[in-house]
């Protein structure tokens, strides 16, 4: 069992930034996934990164979010910038343990990530 926390969840303006962390025990030999969900739509996978280090990106936050991982704290930050009132939503962070596809195009689908955090909410509005 991994134990997943998120926190950063915040109101913000259009135009602003925020910083989401999650931290996972262990986190350095799992896939580490962002998925987001906003009201009346399905989750929806945002971000993710290998423990080699590869990190792909939804075309939604393409350009605007930045993943990075900090092996040393089992944490994983996901900076995000230029938000939209369609970030708005619920954050969430997961675990997986299978390798990264080298695929810029593919983000892996929630159903292969096995341990899940509670989501922090985000709420982007003027």
């Known amino acids: 069992q991994v134990h997943v926390v998120e926190s950063g969840g915040a109101s913000v303006q259009p135009g602003g930034s925020l910083t989401l962390s999650c931290t996972a025990e262990r986190s350095t030999y799992y896939t580490i996934g962002w998925f987001r969900q906003s009201p009346g739509k399905e989750r929806e996978g945002i971000s993710c990164t290998?423990?080699?280090?590869?990190?792909?990106?939804?075309?939604?936050?393409?350009?605007?979010?930045?993943?990075?991982?900090?092996?040393?704290?089992?944490?994983v930050v996901l900076q995000m910038?230029?938000?939209?009132?369609?970030?708005?939503?619920?954050?969430?962070?997961?675990?997986?343990?299978?390798?990264?596809?080298?695929?810029?195009?593919?983000?892996?689908?929630?159903?292969?990530?096995?341990?899940?955090?509670?989501g922090t909410r985000v709420t982007v509005s003027s």
């Open 81 to 118: 910038n230029r938000l939209k009132p369609e970030d708005t939503g619920v954050y969430y962070c997961a675990a997986g343990a299978f390798d990264l596809r080298p695929d810029p195009t593919f983000l892996p689908p929630a159903r292969q990530y096995q341990f899940w955090g509670q």
């Open 50 to 75: 290998a423990h080699t280090g590869l990190t792909i990106y939804g075309d939604s936050v393409k350009g605007r979010f930045a993943i990075s991982r900090d092996n040393a704290n089992n944490t």
